[in-house]
């Protein structure tokens, strides 16, 4: 049966709210308490494999907004240079 046939009072209809919202936090909670460690089990595998020196690619100058993220992605292995001394940021 979908409906009741008693009717509900506005009390018993306030607990039933409060308790539909307490149920939705505590999934919400559950939900981002398991998805962190999750997220974080792969970092484990990136470690730094190729030591960078500032200035070490001629056409990343070091004030540059992507200077960091070039280095990041040069130490890990995950990009390298167009030769030793030029990563070509605009290449393709």
Not at 22 to 35: I, K, N, V, W
Request: a positive charge; one cysteine or more.
């Amino acid at each position: 049966m979908l409906f009741s046939a008693v009717p509900i009072s506005e009390k018993e209809r306030r607990r039933m709210k409060k308790k539909r919202l307490l149920s939705l936090l505590l999934t919400g909670a559950l939900c981002l308490s398991l998805s962190a460690p999750a997220l974080a089990a792969g970092l484990e595998n990136f470690q730094k494999s190729n030591p960078y020196t500032a200035g070490q690619f001629t056409d990343v100058p070091a004030g540059e907004w992507y200077a960091a993220n070039v280095q990041a992605a040069y130490e890990l292995g995950l990009m390298e240079g167009s030769s030793a001394s030029t990563f070509n940021p605009s290449g393709n």
